[in-house]
């Protein structure tokens, strides 16, 4: 059984850019959820979508946004990219029997 | 802000019981407790959840106090592998805004 999968593993950006993440979740899993994870602030929320609506939605600002499609596949976007933003992302898919499974992240530096 | 307390770091002699513990006096008599863990840089991994009864499953054992207010996830047999950092959450199920403390940062020592 095929696990999350992200893509891609690393992205270099500069300042002011914008950038896309994609997530495929596991097959039937319905929910995806985003995280953005840094040293200092650890595993923060971002937001949780369930058959395409926005569900959850955590304290970040409007630069971060995020979709999802038909087929439960996701993507986060980050406009306007600022050295904060530098983080390891990522995607969990979920059932409603509990638990998340973590992709392996995508690993964004923004330079 | 999270739910839940737990040591910020622990120690654990490799081949023995790793106990971690985690406060939850809030809890709600809906969710349950879901433990994970990330080794470094690693995705979170799920380990096991509970909501009354103790639970194990082929990686750990969680005992869950009778008023709900507190568990423990026990691994058997630490091995070096487990060093990682452990989460343990609260939720009414994983379709929910889950949030993630500092976590206990678990060394197994040779």
């Known amino acids: 059984k095929a696990g999350v999968t992200q893509t891609p593993r690393y992205l270099i950006k500069t300042r002011g850019q914008q950038v896309t993440l994609s997530c495929s979740p596991i097959?039937?899993?319905?929910?995806v959820s985003w995280y953005q994870q840094t040293p200092g602030q650890g595993l923060q929320f971002l937001f949780e979508y369930f058959s395409e609506t926005q569900r959850n939605k955590g304290n970040f600002p409007g630069r971060f946004s995020g979709r999802q499609f038909s087929n439960s596949r996701s993507e986060m976007n980050v406009s306007t990219l600022e050295l904060g933003d530098s983080a390891l992302y990522l995607c969990?898919?979920?059932?409603?029997?509990?638990?998340?499974?973590f992709g392996s992240g995508t690993r964004l530096t923004v330079v | 802000d999270a739910k839940t307390t737990q040591p910020t770091s622990m120690d654990c002699a490799e081949g023995r019981a790793a106990n971690l513990p985690c406060n939850h006096s809030?809890?709600?008599?809906?969710?349950?407790v879901y433990w994970y863990r990330q080794i470094h840089s690693q995705g979170p991994q799920y380990i096991i959840h509970g909501l009354k009864n103790n639970e194990t499953n082929e990686m750990a054992s969680l005992i869950i106090t009778e008023d709900r207010k507190s568990s423990t996830l026990i691994l058997p047999h630490a091995t070096l592998r487990d060093t990682a950092v452990y989460y343990c959450i609260v939720s009414p199920t994983s379709y929910d805004k889950v949030i993630f403390g500092p976590g206990t940062s678990l060394s197994v020592i040779p």
């Open positions: 097959s039937g899993h319905r929910s």
């Open positions: 969990a898919s979920s059932t409603s029997w509990g638990g998340y499974t």
């Open positions: 809030t809890i709600s008599g809906n969710e349950y």
